[in-house]
């Protein structure tokens, strides 16, 4: 889901089978537009939303307007390279973006092959910045792939994996979804980080904050020390810094406070 914060509207995209279907609210999920199939020029023979939310360049977290489109939407999504075949070595996370309120789609730029699902924030910068956090599907799993973006998603560069952030590979699964968005106030900027803390099991939901744009992490709070997958932290009250995590196999929402 993704909220188009300067036309008020809200976006959605479900994906059934190998179509992705897009719908829209403008009276804040009361009713929704027919779903519309998505259509983004590409040569991955499949490009889908990743689970979890999408963002909105802010041209405040620019320090110049060059290089700083305002307004765009981006859905962190999964780029497919191989028909039917299932290799990872052929998945890649990937951004789709619209700079015309979702009337159109375009195919933004791909992370390194084997990453899958991805969470991102906008950083501040000259222009406008990226920063992804990936599923890790390669034959190595076990830490979060990362990348960066310095054209608000048109290209990801900066490949790297962060030992400092575990995810569980279990017999069935390798990695999970996670999730990002920021936090910031008057006095510091931060990005706050939800994933499962156990290696070897879908469980124990922790939170993490990054003062530094997701170079460093502070030590995880848990918030849940049961099953825990999924998971996707949104920003709920801008005065308070009230926050909301979700996580999957759970039937209770959990709210902290930065």
Known sequence: ???DAVKNVYWLMIQESKTVLVSSSTDNGISWSKPQPLVVQSTFDF???????????DSSLCKSAE???HGRLLVPSVCQGTGDRVDTETLYSCVVFSDDSG?????GGHAQPHSREVTLVQTPNNSASLYLN???VSPTPGHRF???SYDAGESLQDFEVDNALVEPVTGNWTGVVASMCRFDNDQRLRIIYTSPLKTNERA???VRI?????????DPKIVDANFAGYSDVQRLNSTTGESCTVPNRSERNFRFLF
């Open 103 to 107: 009337s159109h789609w375009q195919l």
């Open 210 to 218: 990054s003062y530094d744009e997701g170079q460093t992490w502070k």
């Open 67 to 69: 290089n700083c489109p």
């Open 204 to 206: 124990i939901m922790g």
């Open 47 to 57: 490009v889908k939303p990743a689970v979890g939310h999408g963002i909105q360049i």
């Open 1 to 3: 889901c993704l909220h």
């Open 134 to 136: 990936e599923r890790n």
């Open 146 to 148: 990362t990348s960066r």
